[in-house]
């Protein structure tokens, strides 16, 4: 919404309908330059669709809009769309901090550590340390998102703007990592997104160069989910389209990961990796892989949001309002999503 949408929503949204408000008393508002109280402090949360409650608190005192963001950038995003992003994980944030205090749960432990990278330690090193501090055996990771949970992170599938994106993650103001995980990713790119965004937490601690920590992030991610000591001995046969499908159902992760990890090991030519990409290309593989795995489905924040209101008894509505949501939208986000995530 701009500052116009919100003054009209504002205007429709008073007691009798024609109240005058204009853009001017918006961007005021919003730059703090007046106080928001009462009737307008009312008309702005209805035309805005959020609980009072939310608009008076101070992001930054509840720690929520600070903290580095993560996502694997790419050139065709618009500023809109990380805008988008960047208050889905700070309301989020904001989110499960309620629910978590309401449950008496407010600072959850969890096993998530920094590795630094230097000119020893690459982020194939982290990766590994990850997997081996998580007790993640050899081979393939069989659910990316279990892995997560398991180390105390927090999964939310999330509308994160459209296809360009596919998961975003940013360190808790109170400990755990949360990563956004967007309801338009297949299962392979869910995988390998999610994968990404864990090498950003644990490489990165500042913004740094985008692309050499884009790269790294996905150095990580194909170390992550393709250990180099498990799969180099699935390359020493011809690398093609059919190994390329047998290694996918196997991996669980798309042909063009598979393709480019065989290139990095070396078990491929350059010549090779561009012939079967140009295949692949022309069988539209490079966009729609032939076979799609099930999309993999966060599970912590709905047994939390369960046992707030069945084993707590906690009113929907009451819960709702620890999450700074309307009821309506609480049910859409923590109750219906449970039963959709996965689809």
């Known amino acids: 919404m701009t500052q116009a949408d919100v003054a009209d929503a504002m205007a429709k949204a008073s007691a009798s309908g024609a109240t005058v408000v204009s853009q001017g008393y ?6 703090g330059r007046l106080t928001v109280t009462d009737d307008r402090l009312a008309m702005y949360a209805t035309a ?33 769309t990380l805008r988008h992003v ?12 309620g629910l978590t205090s309401a449950a008496g749960n407010p600072a959850s432990g969890h096993r998530f550590t920094r590795v630094a990278l230097d000119d020893l330690v690459t982020a194939e090193d982290a990766a590994g340390r990850v997997r081996r501090s998580w007790g993640i055996p050899p081979g393939p ?5 279990g892995a997560i949970e398991e180390a105390g992170g927090l999964v939310v599938v999330r509308d994160l703007g459209g296809g360009l994106l596919d998961a975003a993650g940013q360190w808790g103001p109170h400990g755990a990592p949360l990563l956004l995980v967007s309801n338009r990713a297949p299962g392979l790119r ?17 913004p740094g160069s985008g692309p050499e920590q884009e790269k790294q992030a996905d150095a990580f991610a194909a170390e992550f989910l393709m250990p180099a000591s498990d799969i180099r001995k699935d ?12 290694l996918q159902r196997t991996w669980r992760v798309s042909m063009t990961a ?13 010549w090779r990796h561009r012939t079967v990409t140009a295949e692949m290309s022309a069988l539209g593989y490079r966009t729609a892989e032939p076979a799609e795995i099930a999309r993999e489905r966060p599970g912590l924040v709905s047994e939390l949001v ?19 949501l309307l009821p309506e939208d609480f049910q859409r986000l923590y109750v219906e999503s449970d039963r959709t995530s996965s689809l």
Do not use: N
Request: proline share 4%.
């Open 48 to 80: 805005l669709g959020y609980p009072r409650g939310l608009l008076c608190l101070a992001p930054e005192a509840d720690g929520a809009g600070v903290g580095l963001i993560h996502h694997r950038k790419r050139a065709s995003l618009s500023v809109a």
């Open 306 to 324: 369960r046992a707030l209101l069945d084993e707590h008894g906690l009113p929907l509505a009451e819960a709702a309002s620890r999450a700074y």
């Open 235 to 246: 390359f020493t046969d011809r690398v093609d389209l059919p190994k390329l499908m047998e």
């Open 258 to 270: 598979l393709l480019r990890r065989a290139l990095d090991l070396g078990a491929v030519t350059e």
């Open 26 to 31: 918006v961007s005021r508002a919003e730059a």
């Open 141 to 145: 990771v069989p659910d990316m998102i």
């Open 190 to 206: 869910r995988r390998f997104g999610l994968a990404h965004e864990l090498g950003h937490l644990v490489m990165h601690t500042d």
């Open 86 to 97: 960047r208050a889905q994980l700070a309301l989020t944030h904001i989110q499960l901090r």
